[in-house]
């Protein structure tokens, strides 16, 4: 028997092979590099090689408090957001087993935003933590309530986040048309954006991103068993209800710590699965794998778009996902057939 | 005849339809049992039960005297593999990755793939006959090949064990023939192998024990050439008949006498 190529890969994979890793390393090269450029464009351009010695040796001088403590902490942001996004829709396309789910359909994006109205028209989310607190209870809470309403089928899932969504938006929607101010505060968090986001409290959430992260590969191997149908995974003993009860409590944290801090940033988690279905060849944990290299990539690069796009100030990265997301999918369709949809 | 796995008297029902009530059956072990009946006789929900894809509303299902319920899901994933009749395969899923899925319960949360994982699945790959088609995408195989493959993905589960509904459905006649000779060589190497059939003939000329099934009921159970007669086919199917000896291997052959209306 001959074995093209074996390498340890994570504890989910079923089986990896060299060309996988080759791609994972390949992928994570590509992500430093754009790590490196993002911290070093901007209104006061910093030298790549700067911004290796300042994070590496650091010296004081301006360019290196700027990358230390503007630029560093605002890519660290956008890998965390990234990653969460484009996991959290990974896991939701495996679950929902619909290719055009994306995190926004556990209602949680709706609930952030409602929440956010409601606690700025009650006056108490003054300020970035109050904001985020608030995105944060309203996104727990809208997804218990699909969850809870949803958690028996797939389809009876998103039908409830679709409507719910449609509640939560609405009744916002007309309590900012009655009041101005909160209008106004809602309107710079709902583009999504990562500037200026980095002076807020982040540490909470991007812990929380962080350990859903390793817990939705850990999973993995699971939602490998579930995605040969909710009977074969039942008699290989993947406790079916668990594995989807968990899936959607990790979705819930990394979509809703990345909505409660970055607002709600389109695509990313509709989009990178896509990207990286292909190579993933029916694996979750490389679909996953591929997608917490592939989702911060996506979101520097807009970031460093946001920032180059206009010369007199900042687009909202929002803004520039959905303009790379929307040829980026007309691409995958074009490229892998409407059957990748 | 021993029997390890056992029906006690259960009652089964979806919603407020009751399939079964009070029924009972000894799987014998190493033995290939086939169960056969009309459509919507309870074969399917039998065998779901058996596997505990359905919890029996009274009586229960046992495995070495002790309730399948109670069993740790691994661990009762480590005896009985199932292969349903609507399995998904994942787009994309070359062959060897889903037969490595079989290994789910023998691994660890954070154990990384094993060398007797490696081996499982090369074994099951050669027992069932798939070893060329390791690396082809499961979607573009064949009925008859595809369903070899997830046999193999059972089979890499290594379960003494081994539970199908209708395996043969959807194909062609010699595949169906292949693949019955696939379980009954399985059932040779010291597996116990339980089938949801279709074709009563293929059923006798194949099972040691069938179990013949209407509304819910065992009607009959038993060698083939013990308890299939005229009265039975009869009985069970609606349908009149005459029982010759198969030429081939001289187990019951069913030859209906139905002509047009």
């Known amino acids: 028997m001959t074995v093209a190529g074996r390498a340890s890969g994570p504890a989910g994979a079923e089986r990896t092979v060299a060309p996988q890793v080759g791609l994972l390393v390949g992928g994570l090269v590509l992500l430093t590099a754009v790590a490196v450029l993002s911290m070093g464009v901007g209104a006061h351009p910093v030298p790549p090689g700067d911004v290796v010695r300042a994070l590496l040796d650091y010296q004081g001088t301006d360019n290196h408090v700027i990358v230390r403590d503007v630029r560093g902490p605002r890519a660290l942001l956008a890998v965390a957001v990234g990653a969460a996004l484009a996991v959290s829709g990974a896991l939701i396309q495996t679950l929902a087993r619909n290719p055009l789910a994306e995190p926004g359909i556990l209602g949680v994006t709706a609930g952030a935003g409602f929440a956010i109205t409601i606690g700025s ?3 108490l989310a003054a300020g970035q933590a109050g904001e985020l607190g608030f995105a944060v209870i309203g996104s727990v809470i809208a997804a218990l309530l699909v969850t809870a309403v949803g958690r028996r089928s797939p389809l009876r899932l998103v039908l409830t986040g679709v409507a719910l969504t449609a509640v939560l938006s609405g009744v916002a929607l ?3 048309l009655m009041l101005p101010d909160v209008f106004d505060m809602y309107r710079f968090w709902s583009v999504g954006s990562l500037a200026a986001r980095e002076q807020a409290p982040l540490a909470l959430p991007v812990a929380a991103i962080v350990v859903s992260l390793a817990g ?3 999973l993995s191997r699971a939602l490998n068993a579930l995605a040969l149908g909710e009977n074969v995974a039942q008699t290989l003993g993947a406790g079916v209800g668990r594995v989807r009860a968990a899936a959607l409590v990790l979705i819930t944290l990394l979509c809703g710590a990345a909505t409660a801090v970055a607002g709600p940033i389109l695509f990313v988690g509709l989009i990178v699965p896509h990207l990286v279905r292909k190579p993933a060849a029916g694996s979750v944990p490389w679909l996953i794998l ?5 989702g911060p990539v996506l979101l520097l690069v807009a970031d460093i778009g946001s920032r180059v796009l206009l010369p007199t100030g900042e687009v909202p990265v929002g803004i520039v996902t959905a303009f790379l997301g929307g040829p980026m999918l007309i691409w995958a369709v074009r490229r892998y057939g409407a059957g990748s949809l | 005849m021993t029997a390890r796995l056992t029906a006690r008297d259960i009652t089964l029902r979806y919603g407020d339809r009751v399939v079964s009530t009070r029924l009972s059956l000894d799987v014998p072990d190493g033995a290939f049992t086939a169960i056969v009946g009309p459509n919507a006789c309870g074969k399917s929900t039998l065998l779901r039960a058996l596997v505990r894809l359905m919890r029996p509303e009274a009586g229960q299902v046992e ?13 009762l994933a480590k005896q009985l593999g199932f292969l349903p009749q609507d399995p998904l395969a994942p787009e994309d899923i070359k062959v060897r990755q889903l037969v490595s ?3 789910f319960p023998h691994q660890s949360l954070l154990a990384l793939w094993s060398p007797e994982d490696e081996e499982a699945v090369t074994e099951a790959m050669a027992a069932a006959g798939v070893e060329d088609l390791a690396g082809r995408p499961v979607q573009e195989l064949s009925g008859g090949q595809r369903q070899r493959v ?3 993905m059972v089979l890499a589960q290594r379960t003494p064990y081994l539970l199908l509904d209708e395996p043969t459905s959807f194909l062609d006649i010699t595949h169906q023939y292949q693949l019955l000779g696939l379980l009954a060589r399985l059932r040779d190497e010291g597996r116990t192998v339980i089938a949801v059939l279709h074709d009563i003939n293929q059923a006798c000329r194949f099972a040691d024990h069938l179990v013949a099934m209407r509304d819910g009921r065992v009607v009959a159970e038993g060698v083939p050439g013990d308890i299939v007669d005229a009265a039975l086919i009869k009985d069970v199917f609606d349908l009149p008949s005459v029982i ?3 030429p081939v291997t001289g187990t019951p052959m069913i030859v209906p006498t139905l002509q047009g209306e």
């Open chain 1, 121 to 123: 028209a009650l006056g």
């Open chain 1, 174 to 176: 007309g309590l900012r």
């Open chain 1, 216 to 218: 939705a590969l850990l």
């Open chain 1, 290 to 294: 591929y997608a917490m290299v592939l």
């Open chain 2, 63 to 75: 495995l070495d005297g002790r309730a399948v319920g109670d069993y740790a899901p691994k661990t």
């Open chain 2, 101 to 103: 899925r079989g290994r």
């Open chain 2, 150 to 152: 997830w046999i193999a």
């Open chain 2, 244 to 246: 010759v000896p198969d």
